[in-house]
């Protein structure tokens, strides 16, 4: 059913689709399946699928495409599978199964790769996945550097990593333009609140600038005014530092004060 699957149902370019086709990917992403529970994003044609089914404990595919999920439905009929079609990002925590998720294991759509780190931060949890090589070159990029992100601040404050496997474009159909690598990504020290990550999220915006520019340029997404934002500027010790010259440790720090600056300077009107 699965090599029917691959020869009639086309890949929807509107969707960015490039689905595996190469098994001994898949094979090196599911020794990681051995025993757990696992979540997989956009299942394709099944081949990653497959070969989580015959490891793991349980398998919780989502797939998007009406059509794939209907072909896989009908051929796939391991016991391990719980197959879904929906919308990943749309679902909760209990219809995926996060609850006593053991890793997340999946060959991520290249459109969806932020929204995925981000998710992994969120949940805390471990995961391999097959990135396009340049975006896991952005996750590592170095202070300093013209790659140097908001995305490599939050991958590297919140995970360590381990490189599986280069992964060639032709291992893809339709064939991308790009190469792929698989990393094994696993959550690392206490993590940032909610609060942190959006202060990071603001001022990385302006990474060009001084902290203490990026932070009062920053003061409408922060939900403050321009005053308020200048008065914690002013008392940060990097204040003249260029932002994206700083390592995520620091920065982290920058946005644990301005997160403390921020809710220590409401005035007591404004507080519940």
Do not use: W
Not at 6 to 35: C, D, T, W
Not at 67 to 72: C, D, E, G, T, V
């Amino acid at each position: 059913m699965l090599e029917r699957t691959q020869i009639y149902l086309k890949p929807i370019k509107a969707m960015g689709q490039h689905f595996l086709v190469n098994r001994s990917v898949a094979e090196v992403e599911a020794e990681h399946a051995r025993g757990k529970r696992v979540l997989e994003l956009g299942s394709g044609y099944g081949v990653l699928t497959r070969e989580l089914c015959r490891h793991a404990k349980r398998v919780v595919a989502v797939e998007l495409d009406k059509n794939l999920f209907r072909a896989l439905k009908g051929g796939m009929k391991e016991k391990n599978l719980q197959l879904m079609n929906g919308d990943f990002f749309e679902m909760s925590d209990s219809e995926l199964g996060l609850e006593d998720t053991d890793i997340m294991i999946a060959n991520v759509p290249y459109r969806l790769s932020s929204r995925v780190i981000d998710f992994l931060l969120e949940h805390r949890l471990q995961a391999v996945l097959c990135l396009q090589k340049e975006f896991v070159q952005h996750m590592m990029a170095k202070p300093g550097t013209r790659s140097y992100s908001r995305l490599s601040v939050m991958f590297q404050l919140g995970f360590s990593h381990t490189k599986l496997v280069d992964v060639s474009r032709g291992s893809f159909r339709p064939i991308p333009r790009v190469d792929s690598v698989v990393v094994y990504v696993k959550p690392r020290g206490t993590g940032i609140d909610a609060t942190e990550r959006a202060v990071i999220e603001a001022i990385m915006q302006h990474k060009k600038k001084t902290v203490r520019n990026a932070i009062i340029d920053s003061a409408s997404a922060l939900g403050t005014d321009n005053v308020r934002a200048r008065k914690i500027a002013d008392g940060l010790q990097d204040g003249e530092s260029r932002l994206f010259k700083l390592d995520p440790e620091r920065i982290a720090a920058i946005a644990k004060q301005v997160s403390t600056g921020m809710s220590s300077t409401v005035p007591e009107s404004d507080r519940e």
